[in-house]
């Protein structure tokens, strides 16, 4: 469902201090429709370096981020990712292979299938009960 906080939980993991001392290198990318591979890599890797990255060339951009995370312990978010095709899937992972142990990808997604298609272990949201929704507002306004 759309508007239930995915995105706003998994801002609030990314920015949060706690989380950040335990990754080296993070990046975050808002992925929707077009899941195209190149763009995406890019975005990361231009997070992670600061640097500009000009061009097309996909195996460069992945050879490029693949040496920055070799031994890095890394946080990935892919927000409202719609993407079904695992061709797609397993080139956008190949540089994250050489990462430290305990790196990790998030993905915020409505489409189960995506869940099913990344193998990743889904933490489910649900709607607020209107009893928790009044509770938050007044809490709030105190």
Request: net charge positive; aromatic share 10%; hydrophobic share 45%.
């Amino acid at each position: 469902m759309g508007g239930i906080g995915k995105t706003a939980l998994a801002q609030r993991l990314y920015n949060d201090a706690r989380v950040n001392r335990c990754f080296e290198m993070r990046a975050w990318v808002c992925v929707s429709d077009v899941f195209d591979v190149l763009d995406i890599t890019k975005t990361i890797l231009r997070s992670i370096t600061r640097l500009p990255c000009e061009g097309k060339d996909l195996n460069e951009f992945q050879v490029m981020l693949r040496d920055n995370l070799f031994g890095k312990k890394f946080l990935v978010v892919l927000d409202d990712m719609w993407n079904e095709k695992y061709e797609k899937w397993t080139d956008l992972l190949k540089p994250f292979v050489v990462g430290a142990r305990g790196s990790k990808i998030i993905v915020t997604t409505r489409n189960l299938a995506v869940v099913k298609m990344t193998r990743a272990q889904p933490y489910l949201l649900e709607e607020l009960s209107l009893d928790d929704c009044t509770s938050l507002l007044a809490f709030s306004c105190s």
